[in-house]
């Protein structure tokens, strides 16, 4: 019984994956036959897991929203807002920079949080456009095609640096009434966020094709270490 409210609980929490796995399943049957993918396109799959895992993991350690949270005082803090989110997407995706820096843009205690959340968004997406590990669909593309990072970031440089051009001209006609920001605890920084930075450099190499793709394991073995680690602890406890 505790083992299916264990099962039932999983699938509650991650129910996109579940409903992924069904999908696939169900497709597999429907066409009968299971998906099969080339080495390169693994390769491409890996390299997404790791980045995500890395990503995670700099979000848990506090480092990303403590250095989100420089941007909070100040002047300017729509343009601040734009410009950190332009530039945090193009290393973690544009869904990990909304996520950090949306929570707090509606922590502020300023009015146009409205207008601000949208501007974000599209700073987000014009940022992550711009660099092969910005979304998961560049990474596809860059990877699959054999291109290298100055073909890649050289063809979409002028449309995104043009969208983040006029992002920053509305964002000094946007006047914010800012009082003291809401009481939100600065988040503490966790003894691993230096391992997790190095890395996310770690993987941004072997995306660039500096270091081979088998460079990224160090990503699976630290989290395996980790994860030993925290099973042997709460052994203790029991």
Known sequence: MQQR????????REWLLAVSGAGVVLTSIYARHFPSYSMQE???I??????FVVVSGLQKSGLISRLSRRIEGGKCIPLKLVFATFFLSMLVTNDVALIVIVPLTLALNINRKDILVILLALAANAGSALTPFGNPQNLFIYWFYDLSAVQFISSIAPFSLVFLLLLVIVSLFIRTRAGLPHPV?????GKSSGIYGILLVVVLLTVL???PVPAAFLVVLYVLVLTGR???LIMRFC
């Open 46 to 51: 890996f390299i997404l897991f790791t980045l």
């Open 185 to 189: 605890p600065v988040p503490r920084l």
């Open 209 to 211: 094709r500096v270091l």
């Open 230 to 232: 925290r099973f042997v």
């Open 5 to 12: 409210n264990l099962f039932i609980d999983f699938v509650l």
């Open 42 to 44: 693994m390769e491409v």
